[in-house]
T-cell receptor, first 114, second 113 residues
């Protein structure tokens, strides 16, 4: 079944470490997104990409970078992790061809920065 | 003021009850509206879109009031399996071109046996 997958599912790391979260999709969608979710704050957009050559900042991009290696892959990096980046991270995709408003989410990565 | 505001709940209701959630949005030019469902520690999933004329899907009814800038979700005959967090989601005026969505913080529903 077409799917959005994220690796790792859980990660504990220390302050100052570089971390990469990976997202892959088999839906054939052109648009991909990274969000973080914090209690009481909801989902907030970090970065989004419309295709391999397109990267856009979301509302909370500071401290993060992304790479769209292929249509199916979108990675999120924390260059130097800090404790307030502890959160649940979701990757999502959407398809312009179907109007694009529905987003399909991966299962999430729970990141803890000590 | 938050762009999308919801009562966090929890709403504790018995099985079979009817429950309604409201959500308000701040930008009157917002384009599209949705309800997503998120189970505990799982990913959000689209429950239904919300149309100006209102729409129904089985036990679920969604309404949009553009004049008052709120959307609602009504769940009839609640089931235990309806227990989840319901996210109000709005596409901002520029969102149509970017598919950007603004998520509310969610309303927690707990259906009791």
């Amino acid at each position: 079944d077409a799917d959005v997958t994220q690796t790792p599912r859980n990660r504990i790391t220390k302050t100052g470490k570089r971390i990469m979260l990976e997202c892959s999709q088999t839906k054939g969608h052109d648009r991909m997104y990274w969000y973080r979710q914090d209690p009481g704050l909801g989902l907030r957009l970090i970065y989004y990409s419309f295709d391999v050559k397109d990267i856009n900042k979301g509302e909370i991009s500071d401290g993060y970078s992304v790479s769209r290696q292929a249509q199916a892959k979108f990675s999120l990096s924390l260059e130097s992790a800090i404790p307030n980046q502890t959160a649940l991270y979701f990757c999502a995709t959407s398809d312009l061809g179907t109007g694009g408003n529905e987003q399909f989410f991966g299962p999430g990565t729970r990141l803890t920065v000590l | 003021r938050k762009e999308v505001e919801q009562d966090p709940g929890p709403f504790n209701v018995p099985e079979g009850a009817t429950v309604a959630f409201n959500c308000t949005y701040s930008n009157s030019a917002s384009q599209s509206f949705f309800w997503y469902r998120q189970d505990c520690r799982k990913e959000p999933k689209l429950l239904m879109s919300v149309y100006s004329s209102g729409n129904e899907d089985g036990r679920f009814t969604a309404q949009l009031n553009r004049a008052s800038q709120y959307i609602s979700l009504l769940i009839r005959d609640s089931k235990l399996s309806d227990s989840a967090t319901y996210l109000c989601v709005v596409s901002p005026p520029y969102g149509g071109a970017t598919n950007k969505l603004i998520f509310g913080t969610g309303t927690l529903l707990a259906v009791q046996p």
